[in-house]
């Protein structure tokens, strides 16, 4: 039985997930759903079973100090609730956790639970995968649904992707079949850098998130840290001719594959999160560049039409 003591009245309350493993690549997603908690200082409500779901020998517990007590914290999923102010305040209910071990059924079950007693209105589930994408241009972020109707009316693209899936795609068809409209937001991440973390990949799901709910996201340090991890990949690749020659071949397929024609909508959706930050009670807003380490998700580009749902 699921009890909500404590949790307030929400308002057009949106779901959104992610999970560490198979469907976070650079650990984007699941530091995109943290960064929504610190920035608008979630506080959990919610803990799923941890000895329903996983195998400790696959995620085990960890062993903490606390005021000299020693403490485990184990491998679950967590729910919190936040608050997004603005003309148009909506609440944001957050899920992160880890892929489940077993069970993803009854796991999808438990969540959806949550979701009907919250009334939540749509559930938005983010992952990253690796892709042919270089580092140097702005993150493509794939938008997809299986609901026709859904797909027409946020601009996204229906799925139709075949092939194994992982505990994002398992959701959403939850999510399908229990009647609650449901997306999926990948961010691609390049294969050739893949290790955690990708701020910029991070950033790109948060705009795009922007994007689909039209409100504002605080970005903290989130653009600085990404521009720094761009220097970063730059210095590396730099120091491999092979690399380097690489990353170039990379960019030419990107570059070649936008055309002109598609720009126009990738400066609209910058203009539109610029004014967005502008109008915000004390936002001083600035139009990040789409060419910049900044992560900003303009363009759907080819490297996320795999993302499997």
């Given at each position: 039985m699921i009890e909500l003591e404590g949790v307030p009245e929400l308002i057009d309350p949106v779901m959104v997930a992610a999970f560490e493993g198979w469907n976070d690549a650079g650990d984007a997603a699941s530091t995109a759903v943290a960064h929504l908690e610190r920035e608008f200082k979630?506080?959990?409500?919610?803990?799923?079973?941890?000895?329903?779901?996983y195998d400790f020998q696959v995620?085990?517990?960890?062993?903490?100090?606390?005021?000299?007590?020693?403490?485990?914290?184990?491998?679950?999923?967590?729910?919190?609730?936040?608050?997004?102010?603005?003309?148009?305040?909506?609440?944001?209910?957050?899920?992160?956790?880890?892929e489940p071990s077993m069970r993803w059924r009854s796991f999808c079950n438990e969540l959806l639970g949550f979701a009907h007693e919250l009334g939540v209105e749509l559930v938005v589930v983010l992952g990253a995968l690796l892709g042919d994408t270089p580092h140097t241009r702005p993150v493509p972020v794939s938008g997809v649904t299986s609901d026709t109707d859904l797909a027409q009316r946020m601009d996204l693209e229906e799925t139709k992707y075949e092939g194994p899936t992982g505990i994002v795609g398992v959701l959403q068809e939850a999510c399908a079949h229990a009647g609650v409209p449901a997306v999926s937001l990948w961010a691609a991440v390049p294969h050739y850098v893949s290790q955690p973390p990708n701020p910029k990949a991070t950033l790109a799901l948060l705009n795009r998130l922007e994007d689909l709910l039209d409100l504002r996201i605080p970005q903290g340090e989130l653009p600085e840290d990404a521009r720094a991890w761009q220097v970063g990949v730059d210095q590396l690749a730099a120091e491999d001719s092979e690399v380097a020659e690489y990353v170039q071949t990379l960019e030419e397929a990107r570059d070649t594959a936008e055309l002109p024609e598609a720009s126009g909508e990738a400066i609209a959706r910058e203009f539109e999160r610029y004014l967005r930050r502008r109008d915000a009670p004390g936002g001083k807003a600035?139009?990040?560049?789409?060419?910049?380490?900044?992560?900003?998700?303009?363009?759907?580009?080819?490297?996320?039409?795999?993302?499997?749902?």
């Open positions: 979630g506080e959990v409500f919610a803990a799923l079973d941890a000895e329903d779901y995620n085990r517990p960890t062993v903490f100090m606390e005021g000299g007590v020693r403490k485990i914290t184990w491998p679950t999923t967590r729910l919190s609730v936040v608050r997004v102010g603005g003309d148009k305040p909506r609440d944001l209910v957050l899920v992160r956790g880890i600035r139009p990040s560049k789409p060419d910049t380490a900044s992560g900003s998700a303009e363009d759907d580009g080819d490297e996320g039409d795999g993302s499997e749902t």
